[in-house]
């Protein structure tokens, strides 16, 4: 079956625009991961949803960051008023979730690159 | 807080060499351990975990890792390595909590 897609895979924008950052997880996982990627880093965590709710978004960095998971499937990671800063790639991961999602593999996604000009 | 080290940004290697990447985390309860690997243009796979039980453990391609307690190390090893393990590789570590945290990366460049 298809794994994880993220788009669009590159995306430029002037500081101070909105941007939207979609991710499909593969079909009938629950659980869902948002990372960023800076340059020469690891990936950082963002945000968790277990289905539709948002189990743990610690690693969010302000209030300009907010993600979405309506119908358990599709997420949305949404930056508002974008600054140079929050040039990365973000990447989204999947996995199956249920009992023990702390341990399962997450699979994850080829990332997009955000430029803020 | 629990943080992951990786001693190595850049680790070159000849074919058919044997290597070991290195990591040590940090962190005050149990902790379960990952390595993933990162290949040009391509998302983030595993390549094996530490759960429980045996302390070596085995995953795709020919690495293994050992967990190591009380060093807190999980290092990652190969014996012979093929150009086709050029790639990026990251340490993980998760203690239960819904947050994985990652290592920065080494990158294995194996030269021919």
């Known amino acids: 079956g298809a794994g994880v897609s993220q788009t669009p895979s590159n995306k430029v924008t002037e500081k101070g625009k909105y941007v939207e950052l979609r991710c499909d997880p593969i079909s009938g996982h629950t659980a869902l991961y948002w990372y960023r990627q800076s340059l020469g880093q690891g990936p950082e965590f963002l945000i968790y949803?277990?289905?539709?709710?948002?189990?743990?978004d610690s690693g969010l960095p302000n209030d300009r960051f907010f993600a979405v998971r309506p119908e358990g499937s599709v997420s949305t990671l949404k930056i508002q008023r974008t600054e140079r800063g929050d040039s990365a790639v973000y990447l989204c991961?999947?996995?199956?979730?249920?009992?023990?999602?702390?341990?399962?593999?997450?699979?994850f996604g080829p990332g997009t690159r955000l430029t803020v000009l | 807080a629990q943080s992951v080290t990786q001693l190595d940004s850049q680790v070159p290697v000849f074919e058919e060499a044997p290597v070991e990447l290195r990591c040590n985390y940090s962190s005050s309860v149990s902790v379960y351990l990952f390595w993933y690997v990162q290949y040009p243009n391509q998302g983030l796979q595993l390549l094996l975990k530490?759960?429980?039980?045996?302390?070596l453990v085995k995953g795709i391609n020919g690495f293994e890792a050992e967990f190591n307690k009380s060093q807190t190390s999980f290092h990652l090893r190969k014996p012979s390595v093929h150009i086709s393990d050029t790639a990026e590789y990251f340490c993980?570590?998760?203690?239960?909590?819904?947050?994985?945290?990652f290592g920065a990366g080494t990158r294995l460049f194996v030269k021919a």
């Open positions: 991961a999947s996995s199956p979730g249920g009992a023990t999602p702390l341990t399962d593999t997450q699979y």
């Open positions: 530490y759960l429980s039980g045996s302390t």
């Open positions: 993980a570590v998760t203690d239960g909590g819904f947050k994985t945290i």
């Open positions: 949803f277990q289905g539709t709710g948002a189990a743990d």
